[in-house]
């Protein structure tokens, strides 16, 4: 489960649609039994607290892409012993609209610029997984394991 679910405090500050954690989300999973596995926030591990809203486009580089594989590594080595020990693991569930949690939906454009300079940045949808989500499906696959990706939708999270 991505961490933002579990833990609303990780997103970019004033952009919570919810307090704490995604009540019904934790709470559907919790009624059924199933354990869940709470991922780091990749992009408060990079950037901390006082980031900006970026886009997949800004995200999307070297840099990124290989601290999401080294903040991973240790949760697909879990997921990955889990398996060969016979649990099943259910999904991995993201964050629709996201630039590196999306599994359905991420942000995508940069203009560029100085903060201030010019209105606020022009995004736009597609419909394509973020970085973090990619790379986590990419290690998987890499593993043999085919683990479906579902989304909650931050306006939606139900």
Known sequence: MCHCILNVNSKIM????????????????????????QLPCPELTYLGLKRWGMTRDQYDTPYYRRHCTTILTPY?????????????????????????????????????GMIG??????FEELQE??????????MLNAQGLSIPMEAIREDDPV
Request: aromatic letters at 8%.
């Open 14 to 37: 004033g952009l919570a649609l919810y307090a704490g954690a995604v009540e019904r989300v934790v709470k559907k999973y919790l009624a059924a039994g199933i354990g869940m596995i």
């Open 76 to 112: 697909v080595d879990q997921i990955v012993d889990y398996t060969r020990n016979g649990y099943q693991v259910e999904a991995v569930i993201g964050v629709d609209g996201s630039p590196s949690c999306g599994v359905h939906r991420t942000c995508i454009g940069y203009r560029g």
């Open 117 to 122: 300079g010019e209105p606020s940045p022009q």
């Open 129 to 138: 997984p973020g970085v973090f989500i990619r790379t986590l499906a990419e």
